[in-house]
């Protein structure tokens, strides 16, 4: 609620808003503030009064307008309490309201507009990628033999160098690829920010382009889909040039195991049961809003409703998906087997097969150090602390993330002990 009184006369200011017309329906509006990521749908009048109120009309006059234009009468007084509890009023009357967006994080990059990065999306370079992609898949018909293999990705005998040079080349493969997403975003003036985050098990950079509602379903695509275009251009690009171009031994085994680096990360994108790329594309091919989320919280009733019939006792919980449309219903019940599919597999592969790996090779390096202390190879420690200097970085950036993502989690357990105590 304002702590300015709202009267018939009152002259409302908003910040910069974003509307546009619904995908689907034509008698529902999308009306959002793309600085702080906060979208809603609301029926085409409300929308109507949104815009009236902008042109500076008092309260009461847009009331009386949309009454003898549209023949509907809706109480524009609450409509801005409501528009004021989401952010999206600046002022009522002369009087300033307290902005939820200035503090905000800020979009990075603010000096990167369309007139910048607008051809990189052009006719011309969507042919000049097909071109590139279309040359390297008939290379790889024509040579086989430099189709990616997994040994591609050990150019050197000492693991910890192999492993620092390619995490090196494959962090700034991902910033490209995040940076991709970034400008397919800023193409159609959308702000945005590239950061850590994590999905189940990983560790991930993620570009947070949640002002990207204010546009078309149709223009949505080439910001979810930027950044795999740009993997597959790099594979391509780099496999043209081994094929093609006479390059160092040594510069053509980096190559070719940035190439598996990178073909590497595409499988990741297929787990749809997490907010991959393909998540984003899937979830507004299905036309629903909110997938993921949904379909977790549908996950969660089924899961109470399991527990409730062993027990003989009514389920705690409602339904989820009950007040959503028919065709979301569906849609996000059948996601949610796929979520809990997935994620339980996904996280059964990491605690039989990758945490045991992972164990095994800390061991092995920590042993090969202390032989190295004790007579035994030293350039064989060294890249042992190598491997271990990286891993651990890895795992304890992915710790911060997490804590730092999920602070209410560990405020909960904080509170929960004191109350043991």
């Known amino acids: ?19 546009r017309a619904d995908d689907d329906d034509p008698d529902v509006v999308v009306v959002g503030r793309a600085e702080i990521g906060e979208f809603i749908e609301l029926p085409a009048v409300y929308g109507e009064a949104i815009r009236l109120l902008r042109e500076r009309l008092p309260v009461s006059a847009v009331e009386q307008r949309l009454a003898a234009e549209q023949d509907v009468e809706i109480d524009v007084a609450e409509l801005v309490e409501a528009l004021t509890e989401l952010g999206f009023v600046d002022s009522v009357d002369k009087h300033r309201l307290p902005d939820p967006g200035a503090g905000a994080p800020r979009s990075h990059f ?44 050990f150019w050197s005998e000492y693991v910890g160098l192999t492993v620092l040079v390619n995490t090196v080349m494959v962090s700034l493969t991902l910033s490209t690829h995040e940076m991709m997403h970034l400008m397919a975003a800023r193409s159609l003036g959308v702000p945005g920010r590239i950061g850590f ?52 031994p040594l510069t053509k085994a980096l190559f070719q195991a940035l190439v598996v680096a990178v ?11 997490m907010r991959t790329d393909l998540y984003y594309v899937l979830r507004d091919l299905l ?43 569906r849609a996000t019940r059948v996601y949610s087997v796929f979520l809990i599919i997935g994620a339980t597999v996904s996280l059964t592969a990491f605690a039989l097969f990758a945490a045991p790996i992972a164990i095994v090779a800390l061991f092995r390096a920590i042993g090969a150090i202390v032989d190295g202390f004790n007579g035994g190879s030293a350039l064989l420690a060294l890249d042992s602390g190598l491997l271990l200097l990286i891993e651990g970085a890895i795992q304890a ?25």
């Open 197 to 248: 985050g994590t999905r189940l098990h990983n560790l991930v950079v993620q570009t947070d382009v949640t002002g990207v509602w204010g546009v078309p379903r149709r223009s949505r695509y080439r910001v979810y889909l930027a950044g795999m275009a740009w993997d597959f251009f790099l594979m391509a690009s780099l496999t043209l040039l081994v094929a093609h171009v006479a390059l160092p």
């Open 110 to 153: 603010p000096w990167l507009t369309d007139r910048h990065v607008s051809w990189i999306f052009s006719r011309p370079m969507k042919l000049a990628w097909l071109l590139v992609v279309g040359a390297a898949l008939i290379t790889l018909a024509v040579r086989p033999d430099l189709l990616p293999h997994y040994t591609d990705f």
């Open 287 to 329: 036309r629903t809003r909110n997938l993921f989320d949904d379909g977790l919280a549908f996950a969660r009733y089924l899961r109470a409703r399991t527990v409730a019939r062993l027990r003989r006792h009514p389920c705690p919980i409602e339904d989820p998906t009950s007040e959503l449309a028919p065709h979301e219903r």
């Open 263 to 273: 073909l590497m990360t595409i499988p990741f994108q297929l787990q749809v049961y």
């Open 397 to 421: 950036l992915f710790v911060v993330t997490f804590v730092r993502n999920h602070r209410h989690w560990f405020r909960w357990r904080r509170s929960a002990d004191q109350g043991s105590a």
């Open 1 to 19: 609620m304002t702590a300015v009184p709202i009267s018939a006369e009152s002259l409302i200011g908003f910040h910069r808003l974003i509307a």
